[in-house]
C-alpha cells in the first residue's frame, strides 16, 4: 500500500491557472522593461502573489515571477530615470 493520498498526484484546474497567472507576471515584469514601469510592475507583482497564494505545486515558478518583478522594478525604473523617460 502507498502512504501517498490518491489525488495528491493529480493536476487541478487551479495549479495550470496559477502557472498561467505566474507566467503573465513574468512577461508583464519584462514589459515594464521598456514601457513606463509603474504602469506595468505593479501589475506583475499583484498577479504573482495571487498565484502564489492560489496554488503551492508552481512555487518555484511563482519565485522566478516574484524575482522578476523585483529585478525588472529596479532596473525598469533606473532605466527610465536615466533615459528620462517618463515614469507612467
Known amino acids: 500500500m502507498s502512504t501517498r493520498e490518491e489525488g495528491a498526484e493529480r493536476w ?25 514601469p509603474v504602469r506595468v510592475i505593479p501589475f506583475a507583482v499583484v498577479l504573482a502573489l495571487i498565484a502564489a497564494r492560489m496554488s503551492a505545486r508552481h512555487e518555484r515558478l511563482v519565485a522566478w515571477a516574484v524575482a522578476a518583478a523585483v529585478a525588472c522594478w529596479t532596473v525598469g525604473m533606473a532605466l527610465a530615470v536615466i533615459t528620462e523617460n517618463p515614469l507612467y
Open 12 to 36: 487541478s484546474p487551479v495549479d495550470t491557472v496559477a502557472g498561467v497567472l505566474a507566467m503573465i507576471s513574468i512577461f508583464a515584469s519584462a514589459l515594464g522593461l521598456v514601457w513606463r
